[in-house]
Structure formats: C-alpha cells, structure tokens
C-alpha cells in the first residue's frame, strides 16, 4: 500500500490555491516574501495527502470488505482536518493581503504592514499546532490501517453480496411489459411470435449483435434480462441459452466467463476456447452476462472472439450501470436500452401489495416519492411493510423519517440490506475523496425540480472541490469530469440536452438523494437548520416555511465563522439575521430566500472570501460596495429584479460568471480618466458568461465599449432584438 504521495502534489496546492489568491489581488511580491512559509505548509499538507490515501484504501477496498465505524470516524476527521487547514490559510491570506483596507490612510497601512509581521508569526504557530494534531491523528489511523484492524470484514457482518435472492417482485415484476417488448424487438422476437426454425435472417440481423441494459444499480436490469431469458418465443428462438452472473472482479475474469458458458453449453466436457468457438459457430444462441461493471476492455477483447463468425442471428445480452461500458459493449452492430424507473401507480403496487386503505396511501406518498420508482427501493419498503400485522399511514411516515438511517448504516435494518449494498458501492467505488466529496455536496440540493449543471460546476469551483493532484488539469476540466462520472455511472440523469448532446439540467435518483443527504449529515459535513446536530457546522442548509420561527430558535448555538455555504429556501429567518457571523463563507445560496431585502446587502459586500452569490426576487439594486467582494466568480441575478449593475461589477478580478438580466451603467464613467481606467478594467476582466444583457437604441456603443476589450468572454446571451441591434451597430 503506496502511502507517502509525490511532494510536488503539495507544492501545487500551495501555488495555485494561494499563489492565485495573491496574483488575483495583485499582491505578487508579497507572495513570494512570505515563501518561507511554504516548507512547513508543505510538509502538513504532505502528512494530510498521506492520511487521505490509507483511509481510501480502506474505504475503496474490495466490495467484500465492510466500511466500520473506526473507518467513518478516519474520513470525517480527515474531512474536518483539511477544513481546518483550509480556514487557517484563508484566514492569513485575508489579513496579510490588506482585507478591510479600501480607503484607508497610510498610518493605518503602516500600522498594517508591522502588524503584518505578528500575523505570520501567528499564522506559523498555528501551522505548527495542526501538525502535531495530524501527527496525532496520524499515529492513531495508520497503525490499524497497516496491520489490518480496521479493514476487512468484521466479525458478525454480512457477507458480499452473492446470488441475486428471487423474490415476490423477481418472480411477478412490475412493469415489465413494455420493456419485454422493447427487448423482444432487439431480438427479432415479439411476445406472441416465433422464429420459425430455418428461416434465412436478413444480413443485418445474422450477426451476432450485443444489447446492452444500462441503468443504476436496483432499477431492474437483471429482472428484465431473466424475464426475456425466460420467455417461451426465446426459449424457442434460441436453441443455445447460458446465463452468467459477474459478482465481483475475479468473476469477471475472461476465461472465467469462458469456462462458465462452456460449462452450460458443453457439460461435462472439458474446457477449452476453441471447442467453445466451434460448437458456437454454427448455432443460433442467448447468452446473458449480468452485471459486467468488472470486465475491463482487454478482458472483453480476450471474450468476444468466442462469439465471431456466427452468421445465425445470435444475441449477447450484458447489463451495466456504466453508460460508456454500455457503448462500448454494444458498438458496431449492437444497441443500448436505457431502463427506466416506475410511474407511481406501479410504485404503489410494488410498495402496498395491494393494500388501499385511503389513509395507508395518503401516508405513503412522501415514501413513494423518496423511491422515486427504483424497483429496488419499493422492494425494500414492501418488506419493511409486510412486517408489521396492518401498516398505517403513521407507520409509512415514521418509515420515511428513519429511511436515510436504513440506507446509510450498515447492518441497520436486514430489509433494507441490499439497497445499501447498492447506494453504499457507488459512493466509495468513486476514485479518491475529492469526487466522493463532490457526490455528497449533491445531498444540498433539492430534488423537487431538474437541477442546473452550470450552478453544480460552479458551486463545486466556488467550494475548492475540483481540484487534482494532476497540476495539469485545471479545476474547471476536473469539475466537467466528475459531473461527466456521475452521469455515466447513471447516479444522476439527463433531463434537458441540449442540440451538441450537453447536459443543461439533471435529476438525482430520489434514493440516492436521500442516502447522501443522511450520509453528509452523519459525517458532519452538511447540517439542516431542522436537525441541528453540531456546534460546528460547513455547509448549513436551511429550509424554513415563511411565518415560522424554527430557523430564529435552533441555529444560533453554533460557530457560523466556518460556514463554508449557505443554502435557503424559503425563510432564512435567523440565518441571514447577521451576515457578519459568517467570516470564511465561500458561497451564498440565496436565490430561493423569501426574507432576503436589499438592507441585507451591506453586510454580504463584507463577506472577503465569497466566491459564489445568487439572490431572490427582493433584490432591487446592488451597491458598488460589491466592489469589495476580490474573491467573487459567480453573480447570479436571474431571480433578482436588478435592472441596471455598477460598472464595477465588470471590474471583479475574480468573476467569470454574471448572470441575470441588466444594464452596465456606463454613463457613470464621463470624463476620459474614467474611461481609460474602465478600458483596462475590462481588458483585465476574467469575464468569460455574461448572460441578460440589455441595450437599448444609444445604450448599444456604450455596451460594446465595454464588452470588446473582455478578452476571456465565451458566452454572451442576448434577445433577437439585441442581436439586431449589435449587427446594425458593428455594421
């Protein structure tokens, strides 16, 4: 187990997180004056990188192995470790930097520049003292890691997952009838047909083609497979059938898989590939393999020669959760069929078994909506119901408070075990923390309508998440892949796309939401205003209903100077009481926030280090006191009334993103002083969305004055009659 990681992937850290925070501020030659810091920030970050790297290979071990208490308590320290670092660095970047000196007179920066010298003092001392607790926490994790006693199965804990148990849904699945069809039709089968027996097949079906079945894990691809495997017009049209089930990567091996088809086809003889390929070579067979996640590209290149030369309209059928294995499996003559989840009414069948006592159903929505139709899900809840004598709609509700405790901890509750297999192995199989981390921050959102994937990439930039220990990527490209990981491994889905097959807005399964979001809470990571949990909080979310003081009375008796984002919906009530509180927040989730007023804005133009800012339909006007805001990227003002933004706001050393829909009040800008000094504003911009612009008639010269010096905008929305308006100018 490699354990020590590269030095410069330290060094990097510190160049291009702090590195950029001073060049953004132009404050180079300070930067390098206080280089000397840097070995003893390495070598922390170094110990932190270490820590990281033992604890993923216990948490991205085999499947087989179980993820203890001892080992969650490791990733939510580490979790909290790297916060803390984080405030300590961000904290001595604000205060060597000047923040707070806009105006000031030069005694005050005098004074400033003394007092400089204490802070590094400080800054070090405090380095030194979250060395010695990583060291500490280096000295408790790594001895057990090493020797075993943390990972591993532990004694009393179920065991891996094995053959797919067949149940009531197995034996009668729901829903399943389109679907067959659908299937059937890929075989050149129908439900009421068969293939008469020598009938010569079109040449484009006589290859053997492959179907792959892709979709998240518990929506019913191995059921739909076994159903079409089972289906008499098969039976009859596929002489040669053989079913093979992939567990695990050692059953995915090549000639495993070989030997297991042989076995089937050829019993009791012995195995090898050539008498596979020639008894396959003039036979029209089925041949499953469920769940090929494990088989990588070179043992499916050492497989499909079996299956080449077959000209009697053969069928291989995979099932996935991957799309590109999918795609991949399926190229040339094959096809993919992407599983759907169920409507509610088949939902209720599967979770009710036929109960409808008016009261057990209107109890049961909130549930069935939390499954969101995964088969899985309401199999699950099925069990869970027929457990008790008469279940009730109290039952249902009780249920569906304690459903994300079921589905996040182990061994919590037998019925509920396999879907935790499920939801459990598609967070730690992501590749390191960094992409976990991402995955968790989705629990933050909500699910009641399609989410934006330009607000998930941002908020990810804005958080510090996307970042790589490959100084070659830069943040923005690591964002789009781990958005790009997630829509492959089918966790989130596709809702809008757009005409270059760009995802613009996405859903999360209701599930797998519901497990992220009791899983961040657990780890400490995300805390929601109605179950305040800890004193300390990072990322706050608070949802609160207008007229209600639950938000005024249960977040107060936490440190808010660490809250890295905050995210409302409707009332903010006492969350957005005092802006102040909240000293190293880095995004302000504001644009559903009912309460929040223009008088708010003072005390947001305060906030240093805010690097993401949206705002609700209160907002009227911004103040060019949001000039103070260095660090800002994002400005979303869509949902804003705002009709007309200071100039400065194009000034923002930091903003790439500014989104609503405005005019640039450039005629505040008159005499040619000003007009130079607006010129290289805009030619310093790091502008690349600007989205809503309005200019009308005279306004346009003014626009394209600011606009055309802009060198990184890549995105300009505008109306038709704008367009026109541009061309006719520029004409």
């Known amino acids: 187990m490699v354990l020590l990681p590269e030095q410069a992937a330290a060094a990097a850290f510190l160049n291009n997180v702090i590195g950029k925070l001073f060049q953004a501020l132009g404050l180079v030659e300070t930067y390098k004056m206080l280089r000397d810091l840097e070995p003893e920030s390495e070598s922390l970050l170094q110990d932190l990188r270490m820590l990281a790297a033992a604890v993923d290979d216990v948490l991205t071990g085999p499947k087989g192995d179980r993820r203890t208490a001892v080992a969650r308590a490791y990733s939510t320290e580490m979790r909290a470790l790297t916060h803390d670092v984080e405030d300590c660095i961000e904290r001595f970047v604000h205060r060597v930097t000047g923040g707070g000196l806009e105006g000031a007179s030069r005694l005050r920066r005098a004074v400033h520049t003394v007092g400089m010298l204490r802070t590094c003092y400080r800054f070090a001392s405090e380095i030194k003292r979250l060395k010695k607790r990583v060291q500490e926490v280096r000295a408790r994790v790594l001895k057990p890691l090493e020797c075993g006693g943390v990972g ?79 289906a008499a017009p098969v039976a009859g049209a596929f002489p040669c059938r053989a079913w093979v089930a992939v567990r695990s990567p050692e059953d995915g091996d090549a000639t495993g898989i070989l030997e297991n088809i042989h076995q089937q086809l050829l019993p009791g003889q012995q195995y090898s590939e050539s008498s ?125 408070s304690k459903l994300g405790s079921y589905l996040e901890r182990e061994d919590s509750e037998p019925n509920f075990a396999r879907l935790h297999d499920v939801l459990i192995d598609n967070y730690t199989s992501l590749s390191d923390l960094s992409v976990r981390t991402c995955l968790l921050y989705l629990g933050m959102f909500s699910i009641d309508r399609p989410l934006r994937k330009s607000v998930i990439i941002r908020r990810w930039l804005a958080e510090g998440y996307a970042r790589s220990e490959d100084i070659t990527l830069s943040e923005q490209s690591v964002a789009n892949e781990n958005f790009k990981t997630f829509i492959d491994r089918n ?21 797998m939401h519901e497990f992220l979001l009791h899983r961040s809470i657990c780890e400490k990571f995300v805390m929601c205003s109605r179950t305040p949990r800890d004193k300390i909080v990072r990322h706050l979310f608070v949802h609160g209903d207008v007229g209600s003081d639950t938000n005024s009375t249960t977040t107060w008796n936490m440190d808010l100077s660490r809250v890295r984002s905050l995210t409302v919906r409707g009332s903010g009530g006492g969350a957005i009481s005092d802006f102040c509180k909240y000293k190293l927040i880095r995004v302000l989730d504001l644009e559903e926030c009912t309460d929040v007023k223009d008088s708010h804005l003072k005390k947001i133009c305060k906030l240093w280090n805010l690097r993401y800012l949206s705002l609700s339909h209160k907002i009227t006007r911004l103040p060019k006191e949001i000039a103070k805001l260095k660090l800002l990227e994002t400005l979303a003002l869509s949902k804003t009334v705002v009709t007309a933004l200071p100039v400065e706001v194009v000034g923002l050393p930091c903003l790439i993103n500014l989104i609503g829909k405005f005019k640039v009040l450039v005629q505040d800008w008159k005499s040619s002083g000003e007009l130079e000094q607006l010129e290289e504003l805009c030619r310093n911009s790091k502008l690349e969305t600007l989205a809503g612009f309005v200019a009308d008639g005279g306004e346009i010269q003014g626009f394209l004055q600011l606009i055309v010096p802009i060198k990184n905008l890549r995105r300009l929305r505008y109306t038709a009659t704008q367009l026109r308006m541009l061309l006719t100018s520029v004409a």
């Open 152 to 230: 591993g199965q532990p004694s009393g804990s179920r065991p891996a997952a094995g053959p797919r148990a067949v149940d009531h849904a197995a034996r009668s699945p729901v829903g399943i009838e389109k679907p067959m069809e659908k299937l059937l039709a890929l075989l050149d089968l129908d439900l009421g047909q068969r293939q008469p027996e020598g009938q010569p097949q079109p040449p484009s079906q006589a290859q053997p083609r492959v179907i792959a079945i892709v979709g998240f894990g518990g929506v019913g691809k191995t059921t739909l497979a076994r159903a079409v495997y089972d």
């Open 276 to 400: 596979l390929t020639k008894f396959l070579r003039d036979k029209r067979y089925l041949i499953v393999i469920d769940d090929v996640d494990d088989i990588d590209e070179e043992q499916w290149d050492t497989i499909t020669p079996a299956f080449e030369g077959n000209g009697e309209g053969s069928r291989i059928i995979v099932t996935t959760t991957f799309r590109p294995t999918a795609n991949r499996r399926s190229d040339a003559n094959g096809c993919v069929y992407k599983m759907r989840t169920l409507g509610m009414r088949n939902s209720m069948t599967i979770a009710l078994r036929g109960r409808c006592a008016a009261e057990l159903m209107r109890g049961s929505e909130t549930l069935l909506k939390k499954c969101d139709g995964l088969p899985l899900a309401l199999v699950s809840v099925a069990r869970q119901l027929s457990s008790e004598d008469e279940p009730t709609g109290k039952f249902c509700s009780e249920l569906c």
């Open 491 to 511: 966790i989130i889905m596709p809702v809008n796309i757009s005409k270059n097959a760009d995802v613009k807005t996405c859903k999360i399964h209701g599930i």
